[in-house]
T-cell receptor, first 113, second 112 residues
């Protein structure tokens, strides 16, 4: 596709359940970023990949959060044992190199009940 | 660390009114500054940017000037349209260019 694609668009999880969120970046984009956007707030950085290398994971809020990009293209953000405070929109962005050139996907809205 | 503060919304305006959204920042070094817009049901889109002091970014009738002396990057539009109704985010990026720090967003509602 022409843009960054995220799936699912909406996910409802029971507390304690594991979830996996997928991001398909724009073809050829080297860099991929994950952000978390709580309701009514601005996005907050989670993690950054350059190709398959995870260069910065300083924003991951706990060890329940894990991201991977094994072949340098599609990325998955996994959240284990979800909690209510994980409810947010998870945004993925890709760019040829820098975040300043990035295109954002529409996000996955996660609701933990 | 870096931070961005922007005025809280919602901001409600009539069509053709003048819009200003204030944004101030705290950062080390010389950040690049951005305004992103999120239309209902859509993803974040880059609206405009400025990479050094006194630069003016502009797009779709919106403007913002990078003011280092006041650490500000206020967004302005002279005559808003109903289609400008959206949430606007001010953001900055450090020299490494691999992380954006966003403000909390300002919802703008333009009424006919």
């Amino acid at each position: 596709g022409a843009g960054v694609s995220q799936s699912p668009r909406y996910k409802v999880a029971k507390r304690g359940q594991d979830v996996a969120l997928r991001c398909d970046p724009i073809s050829g984009h080297v860099s991929l970023f994950w952000y978390q956007q709580a309701l009514g707030q601005g996005p907050e950085f989670l993690t950054y990949f350059q190709n398959e290398a995870q260069l910065d994971k300083s924003g991951l809020p706990s060890d329940r959060f894990f991201a991977e990009r094994p072949e340098g293209s599609v990325s998955t953000l996994k959240i284990q044992r979800t909690q209510q405070e994980d409810s947010a929109v998870y945004l993925c962005a890709s760019s040829p190199r820098l975040i300043t050139e990035a295109f954002f996907g529409q996000g996955t809205r996660l609701t933990v009940v | 660390g870096n931070s961005v503060t922007q005025m809280e919304g919602p901001v409600t305006l009539s069509e053709e009114a003048f819009l200003t959204i204030n944004c101030t920042y705290t950062a080390t070094g010389y950040p690049s500054l951005f305004w992103y817009v999120q239309y209902p049901g859509e993803g974040l889109q880059l609206l405009l940017k400025a990479t050094k002091a006194d630069d003016k970014g502009s797009n779709k009738g919106f403007e913002a000037t990078y003011r280092k002396e006041t650490t500000s990057f206020h967004l302005e539009k002279g005559s808003v349209q109903v289609s400008d109704s959206a949430v606007y985010f001010c953001a900055l990026s450090g020299a490494a260019g691999n992380k954006l720090t966003f403000g909390g967003g300002t919802r703008v509602l333009v009424k006919p």
